[in-house]
């Protein structure tokens, strides 16, 4: 009898410890695994593209045309007064400043990257360019930092030879500054023409000249051409990719960067590419 009741206990102990001992799920985190990476997807889904400024600061388009909304009337001011074209004036703080969101633009209100140079007499800040802790102007307002720019190139005999260009001719203007070396960047002409075209800028020199504004229509534009020899090349279009490109073309995206020696992923309008 004892035997049988400890037998008794025994099993009724098995029971209770099977009832009340939590289960294992295996499929609990897979599945909130799953989850997060499917919010993840729809988070980064319809994402504007990323423009990489000079100040190695990744903004969104919406973020350039606020830039372009917030500062375009003080851009055809100094168009006015000082003989700039707005749209070239606008090209050059959105690429110079990143749209706004760049260190020295949040730090010290240069939206243009105009150092302190020995005439300089104002406040400073130190900031890493072509050499460590370089020096770079400081403007209580943005404003300031605009109208500098404007005396900045109306000051210096070096960039005289623009004022001669057409007010209308953002391309002569892009392709001016950099020959006067205002950038070392042997691709900054065509990054200037890239905003311009792509947000549409030269509306504001038409607008100050009185003149009407003619968009740029990508599609009447050559999208192949050939070169003297063997080599083909394609020219770049308003929504195009690399990968784009690649696919059309049945690259990898490596070996396109590989042909046209690139070394991020960033392109241009009107930017011509080899592909074969």
């Known amino acids: 009898m004892f ?32 989850t997060a990476y499917s919010q993840k997807n729809k988070k980064y889904k319809g994402r504007n593209e990323v423009i990489e400024s000079t100040s190695r600061t990744v903004v969104t388009n919406d973020v350039v045309n606020g830039y372009v909304l917030q500062y375009k009337d003080i851009a055809m001011s100094n168009m006015k007064t000082y003989g700039i074209p707005a749209s070239i004036i606008l090209a050059q703080g959105i690429l110079e400043s990143g749209a706004g969101r760049g260190k020295l633009a949040e730090s010290a209100n240069n939206h243009f990257g105009i150092k302190c140079h020995a005439d300089w007499k104002g406040d400073s800040v130190r900031h890493d360019d072509d050499s460590s802790q370089e020096c770079f102007r400081k403007y209580d307002k943005v404003s300031e930092s605009y109208r500098d720019h404007a005396l900045f190139l109306k000051g210096k005999v070096r960039y005289a030879s623009l004022f001669e260009l057409d007010k209308d001719d953002y391309q002569a203007w892009a392709k001016g500054l950099r020959k006067a070396g205002y950038a070392t960047d042997p691709r900054y002409p065509d990054k200037l023409i890239s905003y311009i075209e792509r947000y549409n800028l030269g509306q504001y020199d038409a607008q100050v000249l009185g003149t009407n504004y003619v968009p740029v ?15 083909t090349f394609y020219e770049v279009q308003k929504g195009d990719t690399l990968y784009s490109i690649s696919k059309k073309y049945n690259l990898l995206v490596d070996d396109l960067k590989q042909k046209n020696n690139l070394s991020d992923n960033t392109l241009f309008v009107g930017q011509k590419l080899k592909v074969k």
Do not use: M, W, Y
């Open 3 to 34: 035997k049988k009741n400890l037998l008794l206990f025994i099993l009724l102990t098995l029971i209770s410890c099977n009832a009340t001992k939590s289960p294992i799920v295996t499929t609990k985190k897979g599945s909130g695994k799953n």
């Open 217 to 231: 229509e990508n599609q009447n534009r050559r999208i192949v051409v050939r070169n003297s020899g063997n080599d």
